[in-house]
Structure formats: structure tokens, C-alpha cells
């Protein structure tokens, strides 16, 4: 007994001196992630904290604070925090740490497991401007051709020898990047702007990226934290159904990428030297672009039977196509495409006629004219049955037919494809493509049984389907398999972390952990980080959503007013009213529609021709 009694005195007499170190062992980390101020908390595996506003501080009370990091936080300052205030000696030891915000910034918390981190992000509201250069999304790279692509090349007067363009097919970059969906038509002043460009995995200006969990296993949930009675509350909640991730089409960027090259070989006639002078101010791009129209229609009708008459009318026609890429107009859209179609049966055999066919049917599957690409493609293949483009040309009419929603040619066409395609790229494409029609019919149980035949099948090229994953997981949540959903949602966010339908798996993600009853803290720390790695997706549209309406609540009444602003804000900048069309190779996908759990379909089909 009394040596018990001595070991119970022996613990005592070290217990304190042990919690005053735990106490004092909690490190901050402070940096910049986007246009968003960030700070987390390490040291601890179990948080204890309150973390509140109050007008235009945000104040933070939290025990065990090293004297490194309150000092470090003295100093912080930068143009959403505008100073940070530390009284010691609070409740418990808490420390107070008073951040003076702008009116503009927001904020929010959140717990991260593996190692545990408290983590408080301070961020502009939307539509709220930084003046912060450190807080500015870092630039990204323009992007380069394809490695290999030749420039096909037209001359004056009569036909000239076209380059291999073989590599604007069979040549384009693993990494693929999906076209536009079938939807409705907006101008371009609705594009996103390039600063709203989805980061990458690799652009750490970006979004929470966690070098230390490259797998993603912060979002996995144990058996023990799931609650069979919140999984069978949850089956009378709405969930959004998100899109198909659809392969699309992204010959349209490398076809943009490699123009033809115009060339007109010099002689000392009038009309020629008249051509090459059109020639010349064609070169020059937009400084000289409406000179070019004035100049180019004069000279077709001062020389109306031109030898030169080709590369002219070809020249205007590119003219056209550009400035609807730039200005979105569908009137100079429309007059390129005719144009184009009017030179391909005028000069059927020039060698810049089956490009020419590929650029037009690329260019209406990219503009959501599926009917207009089918035609096209259908052309390009009865006129050139034995090009080297025909297995990438039957892919794009099968794809043409699903967006018809002609599911039954889509399939035939396909199988036709995967038995007796010239090249194993295109067996691989018509296998991966058969589970997005079965997706696309709403039949689950078909589709993750091709995608995941597919997968056994072509182990070697999963890294160019990222639809396999993502509709896999999907079609289990739709399914209500939530366990199997959650594994391969995290699956797809492994394998293609910089994915622009990544801000609908980690959302998807987010609404998981709530539905199985864990911490709901995490399920916020899920859409928090959709939300800054994403953002301008929809997908991050919706986690902010979730994440607005989950604070409503603890609002004031300016708070839940500009709240309200915000959702409306979202909600029309991702309705079918004023989807923006994308630029070629860029993922556009249709907003999800509300819709029972369980009942979820593609929204690509809202917008059928």
C-alpha cells in the first residue's frame, strides 16, 4: 500500500510540470494561400477553442500558445488583417489573439487530422478586390503546342504540298483536358478571367495542398465514427447531382495551336503584288485585322476569278474564327464555319481540306452543336476512308451521338471501334466512353461494371481516363453506397488532384463525412478547401454554398444579408441562364439541378439538343 501510495505521489508531483509543457507546445504557422491569409495551429490532437466576430475583429481564444508564436502573431499584418492584438492570462491559460479585419475579408475554421491542425483562413469575400501582391494567384504558363505539331501550310495559285499533321490527332499531350458539353450560349464577356484558372497540383498559390497527404486520407472516415442512425436521416436530405465527367473532344487546342501557314511565292504582277500585301496585313494579327476585311473583300472583288482566291477566302474565314474565340460573337462563328465548309467542297483536293473538315467539326462539339459535329465527322469519313485520323473521327461521332442522347449508335459505334480500330488509343477510348453511356441512361449497375472492365482491361491507360474514377464514385453515391463512394472519390482526387471536376468530389467528399455523423468540422474543412483549390468551378460554387448556409445561424443581421447576396451571386453565375462558353479544351460543365438523393442525373442531359 505504500508503495502505491508513493507512485500516486511521485505522478502528482510531475503532473503539473507535464501539462504546463503540453500547454505551451502549440505552434502557428502563417503564410498566404491564394488571395486568403492562413494560419495553422499544430501541437495538439485535441482542440479546445472558441472563435468568434465582432464587427470588424475576429477574436480567437486558445490555450498553450508557445511565446514564438505569439510574438509571430504580433506581427502579422497584410491587407485582410490589419493588425493582430494578444492578451495573455485568459480562462484556463487561454491566450486572446484579436485579429483587426478588413470590412471585406471573411473567415473561417477547421479542424485537419494527420498531424492534427487547427487551421484559421481569413479570405476576401467574393467579388472583393486585394491589393496584396503576396495574396495574388500566382501567373500561370501559357500553354505550349503539342510536342511535334507541324503547321500545315497553303500557297497562292495552286495547290502547295501539306506538312504531317498526324500529331494534331495522335500527338496530343496524356493529359487531357475535356470540350465543352451541349449548352446554352452566352457571350464572351462571360468568361472566367484568366486569373480564375483551376490550379494545379503543382501551383501552390492555390488552395490547402498538404504535402504531407498526398493521398488525401484527411477525408477518410472509420468504421467507429460512421452512425447508421445519421446515414438513415440523411436519406431524406436533397443533394445536387453533379455532371458526368465527359472525356470530351481536346483536338480543338491543338489544332488551334498549329494554324496553317499562308505563303504566296512573289512575282511582278499587280495581283500578286496586291496579294501579298493583304498577306502582310493578315500576318499582323489584330493591329491590322479590320484593315485586313476591308482589304482582302476588296481585292476578291476587284479579282474575281484570283488564283489566289483560296488562300484568301481562307484567310478571312480564319479571321472570323478568331475573333469569335476572342469576342464570342455567334454571328462571326457562324460565318467562319460556313466559310470553312464552302472552301472544303470548293477545293475538295487541296491539301488543307481534311484539317479543315477536323477544325469544323471540333469547332460545333466544342460550341455544344453536336449536330453540326456528327455532319461534319460524317463528311471527313466518307471522303477519307482510309485516313490515319479515322479511329480519332468514329470516337467523335460515337461522342456526337451520345450528346444526341442516340445511345444505341453510340454503343454500336464504339464496339465497332474497340474490335477494329487501326491503333490501341482509340480501343482504349471506345472501352473507357461505353460506361458513359450506361452513366448517361442512369443505368449504375451497367455503368460501374464497363468502367470497371475497362479498367481490368487497359491497366496500363487509366492515367488518360479520369472519368472512370470520378463516375464511379458517382454512381455508387447515387446509388447510396457510401462507403465505396467516399474511397473512390478520394481515388480520383489521388490520381488527378488538378482535375476541374475535383472541386465536385471534394464537395461531394464534405457531404459524405456529414452524411456518416463524423466531427462536422471536417465536413467544412472538405467544402472549405474545395472552395480555395477550385474556386470558379462549379463544384467550389456549391461547397461555398454549403459553407454560407451552414454559418447562417451564428450571422447578424449584415452578415446573413450579404450572405444572401452571395448565394444569389453563385446561383446565377452557374444556372443554365448564363453558363459562358469556355474556350476550346477547356472543361465546361452544365449546373446541377436540384433533385431528390437518389435520383441524380447527369446535367449534360438538361441541356440535349
Partial sequence: MKVVSSLIIFIASIAVPLSAFAATSVSVDASHIGDASHFEFSGRSDWKYDLKRDGDRVILSLSGLSEASLMKLRAQKDSLIKGVKVEEGGVDGAAQVTFSVSKESDFFDY?????????????????????????????????????????????????????????LITGLPAKRSPAASDLPLTTKEDLPSKAEEISSAKDFSHGIFDGGDPEFRRFTVKDYEISEDSIFKSRGNFYLPFPMLDLGNPQLKALIDAPPQYEIVPNDTKENKEARLVLNLFSQGAKQRALFLTTSAEFLKKYPESSYDEIMRYMVADTRETLWREQGSPVDFETAMT???????????????????????????DRGDSFGALKAFQRFARLNPNSKYIDQVNVAIAEAYLRLNRYDDTMKMLEQIEQSAKTVKAKQ????????????????????KLYRASLQKYPDAVTRFPNAFYNIAEAEFTKGDYRKALEDYRLFLQ??????????????????????????????????????????????????????VSRFPEMKEKELKDGNKEIAAITENYSGRTVARMPASAETTAPAT???????APAAEAASE
Avoid at 346 to 357: A, D, G
Avoid at 431 to 446: C, E, I, L, M, T
Avoid at 594 to 600: D, F, Q, R, W, Y
Fill in 594 to 600: 436540384k433533385s431528390e438523393h437518389g435520383e441524380a
Fill in 111 to 167: 479542424i485537419a487530422e494527420s498531424p492534427s491542425r487547427l487551421i484559421v483562413d481569413f479570405f476576401p469575400r467574393e467579388g472583393a478586390a486585394t491589393s496584396n501582391e503576396a495574396a495574388k494567384p500566382a501567373k500561370t504558363a501559357a500553354a505550349k503546342p503539342a510536342a511535334g505539331l507541324e503547321k500545315s501550310q497553303t500557297t497562292g495559285g495552286k495547290p502547295g504540298s501539306s506538312k504531317d499533321i498526324s500529331s
Fill in 429 to 448: 477510348d471506345a472501352s473507357f466512353r461505353k460506361g458513359d453511356v450506361a452513366f448517361r441512361r442512369k443505368n449504375w449497375d451497367d455503368a460501374l
Fill in 495 to 548: 490520381r488527378f488532384p488538378d482535375h476541374p471536376h475535383g472541386g465536385y468530389a471534394m464537395t461531394r467528399m464534405g457531404e459524405l463525412i456529414g452524411i456518416f455523423g463524423a466531427d462536422p468540422k471536417r465536413a467544412q474543412g472538405a467544402f472549405m478547401e474545395s472552395f480555395f483549390r477550385y474556386r470558379a468551378t462549379p463544384g467550389a460554387g456549391v461547397a461555398r454554398l454549403r459553407l454560407l
Fill in 339 to 365: 466559310s470553312y465548309q464552302s472552301l472544303t467542297e470548293k477545293y475538295p483536293q487541296s491539301p488543307i481540306t481534311p484539317r479543315t473538315l477536323l477544325f469544323i467539326g471540333y469547332s460545333y462539339m
